[in-house]
Antibody
Framework: QVQLVQSGAEVKKPGASVKVSCTVY????????MYWVRQTPGRGLEWMGG????????IYAQRFQGRITMTEDTSRDTAYMELNSLRSEDTAVYFC?????WGQGTLVTVSS | DIQMTQSPSTLSASVGDRVTITCRAS??????LAWLQQKPGKAPRLLIY???NLESGVPSRFSGSGSGTEFTLTINSLQPEDFATYYC????????FGQGTKVEVK
């Protein structure tokens, strides 16, 4: 069974960046399309972007364009999501997910 | 963007009840619809994919139906472990989620 294991909780100041990792076990990252979703009480589940296999590139939700970068290290079977220029509204639980499996979530708190 | 609208937002039920949750898409998504279950502090778990396909390991009391813009999740004979929040998710174009339906104890 595929497991997605994410990095631990982060506390960041406004304006900083955060990079969350997601490591795949019992499968290889190249066989999966990885997406990122965040969850807040106010906005619910929000798709942030992911790898589009048809276009063979990462695509991002418009509201995050310009401050989000997704990357993958296939040698480590690990995907990364970096969000820049953090603000308090970015406080959320961030998930990596495939069509069938979800990581356990990473709480990112943005506070001065 | 494709909008997903779920109803109801909250549903009060008892063990043994039959429960139905509906989800409507703002435009046709064919059968690119999944249902997820989430318990407090946990990640969402896939229950149903492509509108009506039961994910491996999910009890058969869960079923999904619909296509185009109207979809339904049914739980037959609700069990204690089924009290949770349920989300629909479209993957026709990017991903969008419904706002969730909390199934609570009546």
């Amino acid at each position: 069974q595929v497991q997605l294991v994410q990095s631990g909780a982060e506390v960041k100041k406004p304006g900083a960046s955060v990079k969350v990792s997601c490591t795949v076990y019992d499968y290889t990252l190249t066989e999966l399309s990885m997406y990122w979703v965040r969850q807040t009480p106010g906005r619910g589940l929000e798709w942030m972007g992911g790898f589009d296999p048809e276009e063979s590139k990462f695509i991002y939700a418009q509201r995050f364009q310009g401050r989000i970068t997704m990357t993958e290290d296939t040698s480590r079977d690990t995907a990364y999501m970096e969000l820049n220029s953090l603000r308090s509204e970015d406080t959320a639980v961030y998930f990596c997910a495939t069509a069938y499996y979800w990581g356990q979530g990473t709480l990112v708190t943005v506070s001065s | 963007d494709i909008q997903m609208t779920q109803s109801p937002s909250t549903l009060s039920a008892s063990v043994g009840d039959r429960v139905t949750i509906t989800c409507r898409a703002s435009q046709t998504i064919d059968n690119w619809l999944a249902w997820l279950q989430q318990k407090p502090g946990k990640a969402p778990r896939l229950l149903i994919y492509k509108a009506s396909n039961l994910e491996s390991g999910v009890p058969s009391r869960f079923s999904g139906s619909g296509s185009g813009t109207e979809f339904t999740l049914t739980i037959n004979s609700l069990q204690p472990e089924d009290f949770a929040t349920y989300y629909c998710q479209q993957s026709k174009r990017d991903w969008t989620f419904g706002q969730g339906t909390k199934v609570e104890v009546k």
